[in-house]
């Protein structure tokens, strides 16, 4: 009986997202154990269960647990949960929310306004959050709500406990909520090596956003609100936006397998010491230029424009959005030092061939 389906060569390891990635076999075999016979659907049975619970362990606190499918859900559904349609969300001018979701968490809230901040290496400056709250406090403006962190950030850098604190000042003071989009949380976790309560409810975050997928899942996120009264009635939510799995134990059970031994901070520390070693290669290249300070599994890197061409004529997948010739080069959590080696291989063969015209 022949195999219906053609033979495909797998894609090599490539460095353009941590989604291209597969599941990694934790959670395959978490997958498996949850697929053997009948169990409640919607989120009623053990697994999901289990995994609530396991994350209440992590993060030392009781908290309400929520699976959706992806990132952009997440995101947009907790921050509907703290905002009316006529309020604002503060966030990075270079934040997922605002560039990346299509719009959702506006559409999701109905209309709530995103306001953008600067602040350097894809962190907020705090006091930008102040002035924005204070530039406009009459009954025209949308009246900022909630402050939006991403972490690790979108340039690959991670807020520190101190500059969390230092936001969770601001919040206080105006009283805002504050959400984080963890789509890397267990990149930051590992590149700070501190507790997870540390980078969240205690610097006062009320949702975080933990994402799976990048971490080794094939899909789901959870929501997790250490402010119990934004949860209040999210399963609705959830069900609205076609975001409740009905055999929910598939969404939820591999999570039981990154979070056993600490098997999500495992591979978030090999994704972080990956881009790390990408980095040091990255530095001995004269004709590279790193541009942001590499701490979590990215490597944001500024290379000269036919450089760039060649190594995509090398079948090379990454990303080059980042303004003229920069490009960002991500880990995962299966990328191997000879994944690595290989491409600074073809960089320094391509770069002898073809010496830049410019130093
Ligand atoms: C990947 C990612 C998400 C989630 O994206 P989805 O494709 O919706 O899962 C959210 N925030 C950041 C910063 C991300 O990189």
């Not at 009283?175 to 949380?185: E, I, Q, S, V």
């Not at 969404?251 to 039981?256: D, F, Y």
Request: glycine share 8%; hydrophobic share 40%.
């Amino acid at each position: 009986m022949g195999n219906q389906y053609p033979h495909r060569e797998p894609l090599r390891t490539q460095f353009a997202s941590d989604n291209y990635s597969g599941i990694c076999p934790e959670a395959w075999t978490a997958l498996e154990n949850a697929n053997r016979g009948h169990s409640r659907g919607y989120g009623e049975d053990y697994w999901t269960a289990s995994v609530s619970n396991r994350i209440r362990e992590i993060f030392e606190i009781q908290c309400e647990v929520f699976f959706v499918f992806n990132g952009t859900a997440a995101n947009s559904l907790s921050l509907a949960s703290m905002c009316q349609s006529y309020h604002s969300i503060l966030c990075h001018e270079f934040a997922h929310i605002e560039r990346d979701e299509c719009g959702a968490p506006e559409f999701f809230s109905n209309g709530t306004k995103v306001l953008l901040l600067p602040g350097d290496n894809g962190k907020i400056n705090p006091t930008a959050i102040e002035s924005e709250v204070l530039r406009r406090t009459d009954i025209h403006y949308p009246k900022p709500k909630a402050v939006s962190v991403t972490q690790a950030t979108e340039f690959g850098t991670v807020y520190s406990v101190e500059e969390l604190h230092v936001i969770q000042e601001m919040t206080r003071r105006h009283h805002l909520k504050f959400h984080m989009d963890g789509a890397r949380f267990a990149n930051a976790v590992a590149a700070l090596g501190v507790p997870p309560k540390e980078i969240t409810w205690k610097c006062g975050v009320d949702v975080l956003c933990f994402g799976g997928t990048k971490n080794g899942l094939g899909v789901g996120d959870a929501v997790i609100f250490f402010n119990h009264d934004l949860a209040h009635e999210f399963e609705y939510r959830c069900k609205q936006a076609g975001q409740l799995a009905s055999k929910m134990r598939f969404l939820s059970a591999p999570w039981h397998g990154l979070l056993q031994d600490d098997v999500w901070l495992r591979h978030a520390d090999h994704a972080n010491r990956m881009a790390a070693l990408l980095e040091t290669e990255f530095l001995h290249i004269p004709e590279i230029k790193i541009l942001f300070p590499r701490q979590a599994n990215s490597v944001f890197a500024e290379l000269p424009t036919p450089l760039i061409q060649d190594l995509y004529g090398k079948g090379w997948i990454f990303y080059s959005f980042i303004g003229k010739g920069g490009c960002r080069f991500m880990c995962s959590w299966d990328t191997t030092e000879a994944d690595i080696q290989s491409l600074v291989t073809d960089l320094k063969s391509l770069i002898q061939k073809n010496p830049p015209a410019h130093s």
